[in-house]
């Protein structure tokens, strides 16, 4: 081979290589199936458990739905078999509510509607239901919380209502493989009671119209050391060191924080625009790929912000009920896990280090109805036209630090303004005597 002749292959594989990368670099797209963390760390980590993403993004509640009135089913063991069972539907014909001239109307025949806390988008939505069409299309600005299968007026078979915050048609799909007797049979047990729609800000509910009574619970819990989270949020665990004591560690660019009982840490590093596709489905997949599920959490908060940040809550779950602690300081994460996305990175991350345990506690709490509870808080000077959210779940303070390893979880109702949540009983306890709740035998 002469030399001209070798320079001219040398030069066209030199071609052919900078075309491959041309195009990787045009038509690059990341890969979040196979994300390990926020620096892409590899690091082989199992913090607790992993879980399916039907036990984390599930409904709170189930509705059937009739001309005689609306029945919600709380009992979590309930609302599951009903979530398996629209699981188990399969959705054809999907079509934007935009696209139709009208939703198909309803028989006058009972109706049944699951209700998830916080919306889902276009992701996790194919991922938890099967939609006949594998190729089918959800708009990324297409937010669902509750879905309604039902029997339609006209023609056989059953029409399914995907819906908004605000009860609004989103989508529509003709429903096989399912029928409406197998979902009334998860009326037969379990908690369940009279509901009826209420309008707050932004969302409308349904809230029960009388009195729910929730029994009462005590929680042994440990504690989670911090730095075992040090290979999943570093990219270079050797390069990590401790600063402020032991509380503390940085590579130099991103921090990790043992702020009492909760993990706080941040990449001020990251800027910008890309949005991410969907980031509930993504942050369920980076909590699952290092087994982070310490406790049963329960998907609970999504807020799209307009500087492309998007930010997932997932919350604990005790029993049929969300936990909450509205003592903002110094532990504003103590039931919760809260992710920040950035540019597909993550930003920070807030957990708590808190795993609990139930113990059996004899007893229960009356609470009053959902209407009964906006009257008093009205009564008592909160702006209930502020009120963006409601749910009934179990309060528990933060640890002392004294040798005492149990909390009790107080059964009440919350309320969330401005992406804040109250307990009632705490601010009609500053207000005036008495208490929302009345504790039972």
Request: charged content about 20%.
């Amino acid at each position: 081979m002469n030399r001209e002749v070798f320079k001219s292959i040398l030069l066209s594989v030199l071609v052919l290589a900078s075309i491959a990368m041309t195009w990787n670099i045009w038509f690059y797209k990341a890969d979040f199936k196979n994300y390990k963390g926020p620096s892409n760390s590899t690091n082989s980590v199992a913090i607790a458990e992993s879980r399916k993403l039907s036990d984390v993004i599930r409904p709170s509640l189930i509705l059937q739905k009739s001309p005689e009135g609306t029945v919600g089913q709380i009992d979590s063991n309930q609302v599951m078999s009903g979530y398996k069972i629209f699981q188990n539907a399969v959705f054809t014909n999907v079509q934007l509510e935009s696209a139709q001239k009208s939703p198909a109307r309803k028989r006058g025949t009972s109706s049944y509607e699951i209700m998830f806390p916080a919306p889902l988008m276009q992701e996790t939505l194919k991922e938890i239901f099967h939609f006949g069409d594998n190729n089918v299309q959800i708009p990324q600005n297409v937010l669902i919380d509750r879905i309604e299968i039902y029997q339609p007026t006209s023609g056989h078979g059953l029409v399914a209502a995907f819906r908004s915050q605000n009860n609004v048609d989103q989508l529509s799909a003709a429903v096989s493989g399912t029928n409406l007797n197998s979902l009334s049979k998860i009326f037969l047990n379990g908690q369940t009671g009279p509901y009826g729609l209420q309008q707050l800000k932004g969302k409308t509910l349904y809230l029960p119209l009388g009195n729910t009574n929730v029994r009462s619970e005590m929680i042994y819990f440990e504690k989670i050391p911090v730095d075992e989270f040090i290979p999943i949020l570093f990219t270079d665990p050797k390069n990590v060191f401790q600063y402020r004591g032991k509380t503390a560690y940085t590579d130099g660019t991103s921090q990790l924080e043992n702020n009492s009982n909760i993990l706080q840490y941040v990449d001020p590093g990251i800027s910008g625009s890309t949005v991410m596709t969907d980031p509930i489905f993504h942050s369920f997949e980076f909590i699952n790929n290092f087994k982070a599920w310490t406790d049963d959490f329960m998907y609970d908060g999504l807020i799209l912000s307009s500087n492309q940040q998007e930010t997932v809550t997932f919350r604990l779950l005790l029993g049929s009920y969300m936990v909450y602690n509205t003592e903002y300081y110094p532990n504003p994460f103590l039931t919760t896990m809260e992710l920040t996305w950035k540019s597909q990175d993550l930003s920070s991350f807030n957990r708590t280090l808190v795993t609990f345990t139930r113990i059996d506690e004899p007893g229960s709490v009356t609470l009053n109805s959902g209407s009964d509870v906006l009257s008093m808080l009205k009564k008592n000077g909160v702006a209930v036209n502020e009120i963006e959210d409601m749910a009934i779940g179990y309060g528990v303070d933060n640890p002392q630090s004294n040798d005492n390893s149990s909390l009790k979880a107080t059964p009440d109702w919350f309320y969330k303004i401005n992406n804040r949540w109250y307990s009632e009983n705490g601010t009609l306890a500053s207000r005036q005597p008495g208490q929302l709740g009345v504790d039972s035998q």
